[in-house]
Each structure stands twice: as C-alpha cells, then as structure tokens.
Nanobody, 123 residues
Framework: VQLQASGGGLVQPGGSLRLSCVIS????????MGWFRQAPGKGREFVAR????????DYADSVKGRFTISKDGAKNTVYLQMNSLKSEDTAVYYC?????????????????WGQGTLVTVSS
C-alpha cells in the first residue's frame, strides 16, 4: 500500500493550491485520512483529517476556515484545498492513513505516510 502526494509548489500570499494524495494497493474506504505538515526547523504538525465514513472533518485552528479536506472514493484520492495562503503555511505537506476510527491529530495513530510535497508561500 502506498500514498502518493502531489500538488505542491510556489504560491504568493493570499493564493490557493490543491494538494492530492492517491492511495494505491488498497481502497480508501476503511481509512481515516490526514494531512500533516513540517516547516523548516520545526516538528510535524496536524493540519486536517477526514473520517472513514460519513466525511466528518477536523482542522487545526491555524488553518480552520482556509483549508478544506475532502475525498473521492472512486479515485482513491484525498484532497487538501488551501486558500488564503500565508507565509507561515510554508512546509512539506504529508498525507497519512490510519486504520483506527479514532485517529485524529496524533501522528502516531497513522500507519501509512506519503513522501511529502513542498508548499512555499512567498512573494
């Protein structure tokens, strides 16, 4: 089972990007999917997660109202739509999957990780 993240790049403050994460080898169903990020010189932090069933979502306070996590089961893909980007959003973004229905902001609950995609917000 592999996760492949893509969609990162350079964007100006106030701009938007959409990250994608494709899961291969298994279906998306049955996994809580999350996005985490790691800024230069900092630890990995939780960004957002989406429940296995029902589509319930949770967000870090720092991105609430600006980022939206969603998924397309037919494409086995999870998305992170990022709007109103700020310089402090600059980081490597990772998608992750957990087989625990209670997986939330704790990265230790996630058993599968993608390779990361770099998002740079700068003018």
């Amino acid at each position: 089972v592999q996760l492949q993240a893509s969609g990162g790049g350079l964007v100006q403050p106030g701009g938007s990007l959409r990250l994608s994460c494709v899961i291969s080898g298994r279906t998306l169903a049955g996994y809580v999917m999350g996005w985490f990020r790691q800024a230069p010189g900092k630890g990995r932090e939780f960004v957002a997660r989406i429940a296995r069933y029902g589509g319930g979502t949770d967000y870090a306070d720092s991105v609430k109202g600006r980022f939206t996590i969603s998924k397309d089961g037919a494409k086995n893909t999870v998305y992170l739509q990022m709007n109103s980007l700020k310089s402090e959003d600059t980081a490597v973004y990772y998608c992750a999957a957990s087989d625990s229905p209670w997986a939330g902001a704790d990265s230790g609950a996630y058993i599968l990780w993608g390779q990361g995609t770099l998002v740079t917000v700068s003018s």
